[in-house]
Nanobody, 123 residues
Framework: EVQPVESGGGSVQAGGSLRLSCVHS????????TGWFRQAPGKERERVAT???????TYADSVKGRFTITQDNPKTTLFLQMNSLKPEDTGMYYC?????????????????WGQGTLVTVSS
């Protein structure tokens, strides 16, 4: 299995938009979910959004209505469209895969992680 690779981070002003991308190995019985996590300085890592093979999505309450997670076909590239960005969205964003077939991607553990891409939102 190849480690996910993220891209698309950068610096924007509050209210702006960014689109993150992640290339990964695709789905399997032991990799049913893909998702985006973030970690701000001094804070714990937070699950931002997830998607699975049937395109079922989950979102953290803090990003609902502003962020959209999608994937391409053949489902080896993951995207996170981030609109109406706020300074509190600042952090390192990680793409990850994991979860057994049929598990709830909003709860399951992820076991393959990218190196992260930095998002900075200024006020």
């Amino acid at each position: 299995e190849v480690q996910p690779v993220e891209s698309g981070g950068g610096s924007v002003q509050a209210g702006g938009s960014l689109r993150l991308s992640c290339v990964h190995s695709g789905y399997s019985y032991t990799s049913f979910c893909t998702g985006w996590f973030r970690q701000a300085p001094g804070k714990e890592r937070e699950r931002v959004a997830t998607i699975n093979l049937p395109d079922t999505t989950t979102y953290a309450d803090s990003v609902k209505g502003r962020f959209t997670i999608t994937q391409d076909n053949p489902k080896t590239t993951l995207f996170l469209q981030m609109n109406s960005l706020k300074p509190e969205d600042t952090g390192m964003y990680y793409c990850a895969t994991g979860g057994l077939w049929g598990e709830d991607c909003g709860r399951t553990a992820f076991d393959s992680w990218g190196q992260g891409t930095l998002v900075t939102v200024s006020s």
